[in-house]
């Protein structure tokens, strides 16, 4: 019998995955990961780029196509990795991030109080169930109790696969080239010492760009104000509807059926719901829905000061309540705060190596004559204040 072959063509590499593993194809054809094709990367990203369209789905197949390649790149160097390791970092990789909600990061914590992290590996644990036993190896090295720490690095760390791909699609998709890094020739570079990914030091210039791009494109694309301010007008949505129904889209984690009821919902339904809410017999969140369908969002402010946003916040909440006396307004459209954290460089985390040639292995943050201290341990904090448009203000 011949043996089954896909192919699949991904626009921002230019080129074809091409896989012929069988467990790998049937991962694919899980339901719970061809629910990512409805699970938008970016969430609400396209109200401000119209071209971030793009699913988890393609993102997942993305990092599995780097994660064979770095796969390889390693092997040729003389790492020892088995071919059942190799099947569950390629595994590992594409499911990890199977456990995403509708809309990415905006409905966490919102539709379900427990993290995607969690979710995704009870999918894992799932499937393998399913599946015999077949993703234990997977299992373990997405948890990092497989004894090859590298292998978990390849998965999750600050230079992993699910980074580069991210990075480099968001950057495609959106059009902010920012975000456009030597993914080749960050992936040609690594490798491994005393069982930890580093890279080799021809590739240093290429993890600052990285590191760089990768701060960049937080503020650009991930923490845009009016993506900010799209978000929060979901999130004002859900939690509206919750308050009138507490049943909306409720869904209890200790229940036996949560992960097929979690897998039904996507961005699809959420829209759907939404749309039926904009006809709501509540005006207020028949307001809010419309607004959001319409992409008539919240204005917003943004300051470093936090005691700036919250005067801001008590000013607009005063405004607010006088303009909708006015206008005999019988409610009130949310004014929202909250906190924006930007840190590209994590030194509670494994740091980034360089390996010479002479055998040292030095920290990124000590090897770059480009990036100081300062740089990477830098968290630029920033505080909104989120609030209807309608209010006229001179702040």
């Known amino acids: 019998m011949q043996k089954k072959r896909k192919i699949i063509n991904d626009p921002v590499y230019d080129g074809f995955l091409s896989i012929d593993d069988p467990l790998l194809l049937s991962v694919i054809d899980h339901p719970f990961f061809q629910r990512q094709r409805r699970i938008r990367q970016l969430g609400l990203t396209c109200l401000v780029y119209p071209g971030a369209m793009h699913t988890r789905f393609s ?31 390629k595994l590992a990789i594409l499911l990890h991030d199977v456990g995403h909600g509708p809309f990415s990061h905006t409905s966490e914590h919102v539709l379900v109080d427990i993290s995607h992290e969690e979710i995704t590996l009870r999918m894992m644990q799932q499937i393998d169930r399913e599946m015999d036993g077949a993703l234990r190896t997977a299992i373990a090295i997405f948890k990092n109790d497989y004894p090859k720490h590298f292998l978990h690095q390849l998965v999750s760390s600050q230079l992993d696969m699910d980074r580069l791909d991210y990075l480099g699609r968001d ?26 990914l580093v890279v080799d030091e021809k590739g240093i210039y290429s993890v600052e760009k990285f590191i760089v791009s990768r701060r960049l494109m937080y503020w650009q694309v991930y923490m845009h104000k009016t993506v900010i ?44 719901a939404i749309k039926r809410l ?80 002479d055998g040292r292995c030095i920290p990124i943050s000590e090897a770059s004559d480009q990036l100081d201290h300062h740089f990477l341990q830098k968290t630029v904090t920033k505080y909104f204040v989120c609030f209807p448009k309608e209010v006229k203000t001179t702040l």
């Open 229 to 272: 301010a799209a978000d929060n007008l979901l999130y004002a949505i859900i939690k509206r509807a919750r308050e009138l129904d507490p049943s909306f889209f409720a869904m209890d984690p200790s229940e036996t059926d949560f992960l097929w009821r979690f897998a039904e919902i996507d961005d699809d339904d959420i829209m759907v």
């Open 278 to 357: 904009s006809h709501s017999g509540d005006p207020l969140l028949a307001t809010l829905s419309a607004d959001l369908l319409c992409r008539r969002l919240p204005a917003i402010r943004i300051d470093n000061n936090k005691e700036v946003i919250e005067e801001m916040a008590r000013q607009l909440n005063d405004e607010n309540q006088q303009f909708n006396k006015s206008t005999n307004q019988q409610f009130n459209m949310p004014v929202t705060t909250g906190v924006l954290r930007n840190r590209s460089y994590d030194f509670d985390d494994l740091e980034i190596k360089v390996l010479y040639k």
């Open 59 to 89: 993102h997942m197949l993305g990092a599995l196509n780097l994660m064979c390649r770095a796969l390889d790149v390693l092997r040729q160097k003389g790492i020892e990795i088995t071919d059942e390791e190799c099947r569950g970092a």
């Open 171 to 196: 950057s495609f998709f959106t059009g902010v080239s920012e975000g456009i890094v030597g993914t080749d020739r960050i992936i040609s570079m690594l490798n491994v010492h005393d069982d930890e």
